[in-house]
């Protein structure tokens, strides 16, 4: 499938096929600067060690595959669960290199960060956040982290 932007629509066109549906969608503004900032957001609601904030972040329907867990964490109650351990430890989020990719309301922001915790120690690990804008504001569709297979 190609999607091909005009105007502030989005048109699908359907390979082997003529036809076009158009989408009645109008693609949200951002830019590299907005996107970057989402994990900001995220980041400080790790600081407040409110879980609810922190899965205020993500869209109802999301998936989280957490760094420090081997379960997926689909629903909002299941994600809860995960940041109510997580944020014992007072994380704090740091990007070290990233690739921001943007499209038609979705956007995709992925590299490496580093969590430094309470007692001093760190995971680097590598991350994927997806987001899409639900006419309002950005939330996280998916966030995959994992802790770096190598020793540096």
């Known amino acids: 499938m190609k999607y091909v932007m005009l105007s502030a629509a989005c048109v699908v066109f359907i390979a082997g096929s003529s036809q076009a549906l158009a989408r009645s969608e109008t693609c949200h503004a951002t830019s590299e600067r907005e996107i970057a900032g989402l994990f900001d957001r995220w980041n400080n ?75 001093g120690s760190q995971v680097n690990a590598r991350y994927t956040y997806t987001y899409k804008w639900n006419g309002k504001q950005w939330l996280i569709t998916s966030h995959h982290s994992s802790a770096m297979p190598e020793k540096s």
Do not use: M, W
Request: aromatic share 10%; net charge positive.
């Open 45 to 119: 609601s790790l600081q407040t060690g409110d879980p609810k904030k922190v899965v205020a972040n993500y869209a109802a329907k999301s998936v989280l595959l957490p760094t420090v867990s081997n379960k997926p964490r689909l629903t909002p109650g299941e994600k809860e669960d995960y940041f109510v351990h997580f944020l014992e430890n007072k994380p704090q989020g740091k990007i070290d290199s990233r690739t921001i990719q943007i499209d038609c309301n979705t956007a995709f922001d992925a590299g490496v960060y580093t969590f430094t915790f309470k007692d």
